[in-house]
């Protein structure tokens, strides 16, 4: 049975090209970057032209980039940093944000004596920016504003510059996971309001346990990981060589072929959309389809019924990959803590396709004919 891979929000298969450029760190090129003899050189090389190609790339220096293992480390230190250097005792965020921010801020409000609140989000997905702008206002101490850039689930697209201009107004600290925007849109760092962001790289055909953190240079913070004096003492441990050399390779590829593949992989996703309205009765759609969207997500409603409830394994079982959640959740599935907060009908189950550059109409044109037979 042939597989039909629609879950590219999860991770994404590696780039032949990008493994290429690996591979030679994986056999003769293998020094510690830390050394300092010739072999250790041509590692730190590595790293070093590495960072260049990412800082060019997201305009931004190459002083504000930090290779860490992930978005979920990433996102751990700037929200950890905020609130042990930067003096924020307040946080602002939402409750549809990935795990990976939604749980360090609960734990922060439960350990570190910060407040914690949650900004209304429209009907749509989207945040009110009036009820942001009225917390940020109602705040006594410094905030961190920390929303992401682009939903996991439904794809909902923040607007940064609103944002972040909202934040200067307050003296807030602004996050941004940016995990499904980085190596997917053009990036201006440096005319964009923002203190911190963060990538990984198996979300654009790099590999996974690598990702960055962007620090503004204007933010001055100390490590999460002690230990050493690695990524200019901002994170101790022994570089991911390898990771480090194949995230440059992967976002200088997307970066290369972003308008066509973009809108390739966008026409796939509203034809999907499109199909599914055509062919599936009281089908809708979760989050901003045709409005501020990511396009690689689907976020597709479909009528409870006996059949659908076993959705995604009866998907499964066909040999097509999809999610209802986020894939870091899907092991124990209490539905999406997203589809939850934005729209909490016990009638209707939520499915996330999302597309890639190597999906396919035909590949569309299979799943329908296959939803049909299942609903």
């Keep these: 049975m042939e597989r039909i891979y629609f879950d590219n929000a999860a991770t ?35 790293i070093e032209n590495a960072r260049k190609t990412v800082a060019k ?52 409000g439960h350990k570190e004596d910060v407040k914690v609140s949650w900004v209304k989000l429209l009907p749509d997905g989207h945040v009110d920016m009036d009820d942001l702008r009225a917390l940020l206002a109602g705040s006594k101490e410094r905030s961190l504003v920390s929303l992401m850039h682009a939903n996991n689930e439904i794809g909902n697209l923040l607007d940064l510059h609103a944002v972040g201009n909202l934040c200067k107004e307050y003296d807030a600290i602004f996050h941004s996971d940016t995990v499904q925007t980085v190596g997917h849109y053009p990036f201006d760092l440096r005319n964009t309001p923002v203190h911190f962001v963060n990538g990984a790289g198996h979300k654009f055909h790099g590999p996974k346990g690598v990702g960055i953190l962007y620090i503004n240079e204007n933010v001055k913070i100390t490590p999460y990981i002690q230990g050493g004096s690695q990524e ?70 479909f009528p409870k019924s006996e059949k659908s409830e076993m959705l995604l394994f009866n998907l499964d079982i066909n040999g097509i990959c999809a999610s209802g959640g986020s894939a870091c959740t899907s092991g124990a599935d209490a539905g999406s803590h997203v589809i939850r907060a934005i729209n909490n009908d016990p009638n209707r189950v939520a499915v996330r396709f999302s597309f890639s550059r190597h999906n396919t109409k035909k590949e569309v044109d299979k799943v329908v004919e296959k939803l049909k037979e299942l609903i």
């Design 12 to 46: 994404t298969a590696l780039d032949k090209a990008v493994l290429d450029t690996m591979l030679p760190y994986m056999t003769e090129k293998f020094g510690n970057p830390s050394s300092i003899y010739s072999y250790g050189r041509e590692s730190r090389l590595g």
């Design 57 to 108: 790339i997201l305009n931004a220096h190459p002083g504000e980039i930090f290779f860490t293992s992930g978005g979920t480390e990433s996102s751990n230190t700037a929200i950890t940093a905020a609130i042990r250097d930067l003096g924020c005792r307040h946080i602002i965020s939402s409750p549809i944000e990935h795990h990976a921010t939604l749980h360090t801020v609960e734990h922060a």
């Design 232 to 301: 200019r003492n901002m994170r101790a441990g022994t570089e991911n060589l390898y990771g480090i050399v194949g995230f440059a390779k992967a976002l200088e590829l997307a970066t290369e072929h972003y308008e066509e593949h973009s809108q390739y992989i966008n026409d796939l996703r509203l034809y999907m959309a499109d199909q599914l309205q055509q062919h599936i009765p009281a089908v809708g759609f979760n989050g901003d389809l045709r409005g501020r969207s990511l396009y690689t997500v689907l976020n597709v409603s």
